[in-house]
């Protein structure tokens, strides 16, 4: 067994489910649900439950649903909900079924008039305001509304009437009736339904009263059957409410809910409704920006869903909510790639480089391997000609000390190809630098030198045969580890997460089309951007760095005289 096909296993929850399982507790059965509001794309937090609550469906035999939490018209849109079964399906998972909480609206609505029967729920026509300041506080107990003390059947009337659109958005709502001196605020007399003459993207006109989160919550995991509801730890308190709708109502079953800690991520936002202030904003360019840690985000920056249930195996559950390290996806995404991601040149910052002593009709075919160390992955062809295109920061008119890549009279290797000397920097009219005249010694393809040692080994593409390209290099989009933690969020936008280079040169073979992520040897790790490429040009964006290692493998490679 892989380690993705049970993610987060051996969890506090897991045992508490292996304990049920013993035990008898819901007649051997498991099953769970990933249950979010389709309001926005899913993020990088939503990827830690979908893992663990489709992990633990998969791991025990079990079920689990997806279920659109929908009881909040006006923020949700049929956009989110094609996009939440696209990202998770992306990840791998099959739900059992496909539930919306709307479609238990009817069921939601007579459950409610049997609490309005059992004298447990009443309507209130106080304002919001004042059920607001009726409500107490964390110090102070509650007072009851004027409202509490309607008849059964004035309250069977009165909420009728809301359902048949009779009365204004705020003129009533429906509450459950607990207790106003609870020390529990949660428990202070919790809404269950509000007035909203709005369409619903799933119901239409049907309603105009909706029904609150923790009134359907529960109720809609009880009509699955789910028996293990988990959620973020921000749910603790709300815990007891949870209980006391599903013991006064004749539900199927009664689910227990068990909270874990909330996914926090460094330098970023995991939060929809701050992910959407970015795309309104147009500080991003949309939902699917390769900077957003949004799901479909990642997927266009290069992550693999292997990188990304990796990574949730390496968080683990518990109940704390830590904050992340960007590294830490980083390095998963960098294992993933560097097993499986096809290697290749690529020129970010071209600068020509002529070998004069290279027979101009003259051209040799190099044939190199796709990957160091799987040579199942095949070869390609390489072109080497006399005029090649090295990065501009591979030379230096004035290097600093230990600079062991091209100057001027000095030697470097072009990697699997010969070792060149540069004789002559030419110039434009404004001093810049136009191309490197330079010589090859003939004697070192996939040779030392004689007599001497050349330690520098560059990357190179035949400037004929290049492919031309964008590349856009991300960085953090936040330029603080905690933006939320700190004032407003969008104070602190990092201003460069963006930089898009527009005459990149790439190795002939990478205009064939690519199945997964390459990496561009000594830049990092890039993926094709397929809905951004034209027939004109190729967009590829970095999906992260290659580790600082370069100097290691380049002393390395030196002495191998590859
Ligand atoms: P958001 O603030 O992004 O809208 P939410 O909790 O309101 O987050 P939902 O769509 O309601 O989002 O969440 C669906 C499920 O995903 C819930 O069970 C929720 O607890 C879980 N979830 C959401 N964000 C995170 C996170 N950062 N870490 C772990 N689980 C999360
Ligand atoms: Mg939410």
């Known amino acids: 067994m892989s380690s993705t096909d049970s993610p987060a296993k051996g969890s506090f929850i897991h045992r508490i489910i292996e304990k049920d399982l013993e035990t008898n507790k819901y007649g051997g059965h498991v099953a769970t649900r990933f249950p979010p509001e389709p309001n926005g794309y899913l993020h990088i937090g939503h990827a830690k439950s979908i893992c663990l609550n489709f992990g633990i469906a998969r791991q025990f035999n079990g079920h689990c649903n997806l279920r659109f939490d929908d009881t909040n018209p006006e923020k949700e849109d049929i956009e989110y909900t ?171 079953c009664h689910p227990q809910q068990i909270e874990f800690g909330r996914l926090n991520f460094e330098y970023t936002v995991v939060s929809k409704r701050k992910l959407a202030q970015l795309v309104d904003k147009g500080i991003v360019d949309g939902w699917d920006d390769p900077r957003m840690p949004t799901l479909s985000g990642m997927r266009r920056r290069g992550y693999t869903p292997t990188s990304i249930i990796e990574f949730s195996n390496r968080i683990g559950i518990t109940k704390n909510d830590g904050t992340v390290e960007m590294s830490l996806l980083e390095s998963c995404i960098r294992d993933d790639l560097n097993q499986n991601a096809p290697r290749r040149m690529a020129i970010l910052r071209p600068l020509k480089v002529v070998i004069e002593n290279y027979p101009d009709d003259a051209e040799e075919t190099l044939t190199l391997a796709n990957h160091p160390n799987r040579p199942e992955l095949g070869e390609r062809t390489l072109p080497f000609t006399r005029e090649v295109y090295i990065d501009q920061t591979d030379f230096a008119e004035n290097p600093p000390p230990k600079f062991k890549r091209l100057v001027l009279g000095g030697e470097v290797r072009l990697r699997y190809g010969y070792v ?143």
């Open 82 to 252: 094609q996009a939440i079964q696209t990202d998770v399906e992306w990840l791998g998972f099959e739900w059992d079924k496909l539930c919306h909480a709307s479609d238990y609206f009817e069921q939601l609505y007579q459950y409610a008039v049997e609490l309005i029967q059992q004298g447990k729920a009443y309507v209130d026509s106080l304002s919001a305001e004042e059920i607001s300041d009726y409500r107490g506080t964390l110090t102070s107990p509650g007072k009851d509304s004027p409202y509490r003390s309607r008849t059964i059947e004035e309250n069977l009337d009165l909420f009728q009437r809301m359902r048949s659109g009779e009365f204004e958005d705020g003129a009533h709502i429906l509450r459950a009736k607990i207790d106003m001196t609870s020390p529990n605020l949660v428990m202070r007399d919790p809404p269950m339904y509000r007035i909203r003459h709005t369409q619903h993207h799933h119901t239409g006109d049907a309603w105009c009263i909706y029904p609150l989160y923790d009134y359907t919550h529960c109720i809609s995991d009880a009509l699955e059957g789910v028996t293990h509801s988990l959620c973020t730890t921000e749910f603790e308190v709300r815990r007891p409410l949870y209980n006391w709708f599903l013991d006064n109502l004749p539900v199927p």
């Open 420 to 562: 060149i000397k540069c004789k002559e920097v030419v110039k434009n009219e404004s001093g810049e630098i136009e191309k490197l005249i330079c010589t090859y010694d003939p004697n070192t393809l996939g040779k030392k030198p004689e007599g001497r040692k050349v330690k520098g080994v560059i990357h190179w593409v035949p400037a004929h045969y290049a492919v031309n390209a964008e590349v856009r290099l991300y960085d953090r989009l936040f330029s603080i580890p905690e933006p939320s933690a700190s004032g407003d969020f969008m104070d602190h936008i990092n201003p460069h997460s963006l930089l898009t280079l527009n005459h990149c040169k790439l190795e002939p073979s990478l205009s064939e089309p690519l199945t997964s992520g390459v990496q561009f040897e000594r830049e990092g790790y890039f993926c094709l951007d397929k809905g951004h490429s034209s027939k004109n040009g190729l967009v590829f964006n970095r999906t992260v760095q290659l580790r600082d290692e370069w100097e290691k493998i380049q002393k390395k490679q030196a002495t191998l005289g590859t």
